[in-house]
């Protein structure tokens, strides 16, 4: 096909600008109102798992220029937009990923993100699922969701804990399952062990037929969700599962400014013994928790791997017009 | 010797994976959204032709493998090994029965192959897509029966064993296709 040309279908397009109207529709009747956050920022993120990409703004004349970032997501200035009192939002907007391209990714993607004031994570599955069934009514015949814990789904399907499980365990596991190269890529990391196992022996198994919440993450695994009350070694976060496809990862957010201080410390010493750049903590985003965070839960959504699932695409490409290797 | 980081990896890429030839499938990169970037890849192991599933952390590389895909014409089988010719050198190559491997039953003396060298040694022979061999012995058919209902084996010249129509009879030439092992048509 000449390479002008889109790679996804004219039908692609229409159910993308159908899923798009939906939401906004969705979002209206709940009074949810719409913002927009800058792409390009100040501040990089500081998480060693994800690589923005950078660009120089250079002011009229200027010989020298400031670096700016492209958005990784718009967690941030949304929750900037919250602390200042904006009430509950939502975004539709680009996010920018470097070093990921893949059948499931496109370094340039579309993020439906938003946030509930005053919802706990229940209560914003609860929207999740009812927008999720909304937007594929016309497409995908849904069963009832499950709600299922992480911890749980890891025993049944890895055959170990991931919380407690010691290495030679996680080992002797992933040997039986077909991974015997585990034990030498992930060694004493066991965010990595987690990261490997979850994705290549539970979630190809989720979300078959419905959408599979999966909820209460290891608290040492990236995120920005706070403690669980009851049991600090997990987080109250969930994950969106549809066809084994992550769709999007949501949280009770951490409102503690000192807390989200001390993450992001952590994570720029993760990045420092992996030898990676180290950006400046976004003081922007602190100095607004620091003024106080409502109480709410927020969710980042992949709109385009979720028009894959309802157009039963094998690959991101055929649901974007331009994709990277295109535009 | 050059080596291929999983940003690199595609579909017949040569590699050395455990000291071993091979040749890559499929490579799927995988990014739990929070977490570790790591690639699926899907290799072809050159020697045994055994599939193999492996993870890579993503920028990982792999030394590349000295391996050449010849296109040779087939000699002959002197009952231990088969030789092979490359048509514009002449020069020669003998394989044992391990390495043409399910390939013998296909080869027809002057057909073109293709050998893979590994080294300069081969270690793979994939026989044309699609061969004419000649039948030396299937069961008389009913003549004008022209359905395709199940058929009956064919025994080919070169020993091979293939499914054929009802109609097809000892003597004639038949095309077959060997990826599949299945009957084309017969050959006028």
Same mark, same amino acid.
């Given at each position: ?13 229409? *159910? ?28 990089? =993120? ?43 939002? &939502? ?18 993607? %579309?993020?439906?993100?938003? &946030? ?11 929207? /999740? ?65 987690? !990261?490997?196992?979850?994705s290549h022996l539970v979630q190809p198994r989720l979300g078959r037929g419905r959408i ?27 994950? /969106? ?34 030898? +990676? ?5 976004? @003081? ?24 894959? /699932?309802?157009? +039963? ?7 974007? %017009? ?6 | 010797?050059?080596?291929?980081? %999983? ?16 040749? #890559? ?21 050159? *020697? ?17 493998? !000295?391996? =050449?895909?010849?296109?040779?014409? $087939?000699? &002959?089988?002197?009952? @231990? +090994? ?10 020669? &190559?003998?394989?044992d029965s391990n390495v043409v491997g399910d390939a013998k039953k296909w080869l027809k ?13 081969? #270690? ?44 097809? +009879? ?12 299945? $009957? ?5």
């Amino acid at each position: 096909m000449p390479e002008w040309r889109p790679s996804c279908s004219m039908a692609a397009l229409q *159910k993308r600008a159908v899923m798009l109207a939906s939401i906004r529709r969705f979002f209206a009747a709940r009074h949810v109102l719409e913002v927009e956050t800058p792409l390009l920022c100040r501040a990089g =993120v500081t998480d060693p798992n994800l690589h923005p990409f950078k660009t120089v703004l250079r002011k009229p004349g200027a010989a020298a220029g400031d670096p700016l970032y492209l958005q990784t997501s718009p967690e941030f200035a949304m929750k900037r937009l919250l602390a200042a009192g904006s009430g509950s939002i &939502y975004q539709i907007c680009k996010a920018f990923r470097n070093e990921e391209s893949g059948r499931h990714h496109n370094p340039e993607f %579309t993020l439906l993100e938003w &946030y509930r004031v005053g919802f706990d994570l229940d209560r914003l599955i609860d929207e /999740i699922d009812a927008l999720l069934r909304e937007i594929c009514r016309d497409d995908l015949i849904l069963e009832a969701s499950e709600r299922l814990s992480y911890r749980e789904l890891f025993r049944e399907h890895v055959g170990a804990d991931p919380l407690s499980g010691s290495f030679e365990e996680l080992a002797e596991c992933s040997g039986t399952r077909g991974l015997p190269e585990a034990e030498a890529l992930c060694g004493e990391d066991r965010s990595f062990w987690l !990261d490997l196992l979850f994705s290549h022996l539970v979630q190809p198994r989720l979300g078959r037929g419905r959408i599979a919440f999966v909820r209460d993450f290891p608290a040492f695994l990236p995120s920005l969700a706070r403690k669980k009350s009851d049991d600090p070694r997990v987080v109250e976060r969930v994950e /969106i599962f549809l066809e084994g496809l992550e769709l999007g990862n949501g949280f009770h957010e951490l409102t503690d400014a000192v807390e989200q201080e001390e993450r992001f410390d952590r994570d720029l010493a993760v990045r420092k013994a992996n030898g +990676q750049s180290l950006p400046a903590k976004d @003081e922007r985003m602190l100095a607004a928790l620091k003024n106080g965070l409502p109480d709410c839960s927020g969710i980042a959504l992949g709109l385009d791997r979720l028009l894959m /699932i309802m157009m +039963q695409a094998e690959s991101i490409a055929d649901v974007l %017009t331009f994709p990277t290797a295109r535009a | 010797m050059a080596t291929f980081s %999983t940003n690199e990896f595609k579909g017949g890429l040569k590699v050395m994976l455990d000291g071993d030839p091979c040749s #890559i499938i499929e490579n799927e990169f995988v990014k739990p959204g929070k977490g570790q970037a790591f690639n699926r890849v899907k290799l072809r192991n050159l *020697k045994t032709g055994r599939v193999i599933e492996r993870t890579f952390k993503s920028g990982e590389t792999l030394e590349a493998a !000295d391996v =050449v895909d010849t296109e040779m014409q $087939y000699l &002959y089988n002197d009952g @231990e +090994q088969w030789h092979f010719m490359v048509p514009e050198s002449f020069e020669q &190559y003998a394989a044992d029965s391990n390495v043409v491997g399910d390939a013998k039953k296909w080869l027809k003396e002057q057909d073109i192959c293709i050998v893979t060298l590994y080294n300069g040694t081969p #270690i793979s022979v994939t026989p044309p897509n699609f061969v004419e061999l000649t039948i030396v012995e299937t069961d008389p058919g009913v003549r004008g029966d022209t359905s395709g209902g199940g058929g009956k084996p064919a025994t080919l010249d070169t020993g091979a064993v293939v499914r054929v129509p009802l109609f097809v +009879q000892t003597g004639e030439v038949i095309k077959v296709d060997t990826r599949t092992g299945e $009957y084309v048509s017969r050959v006028k």
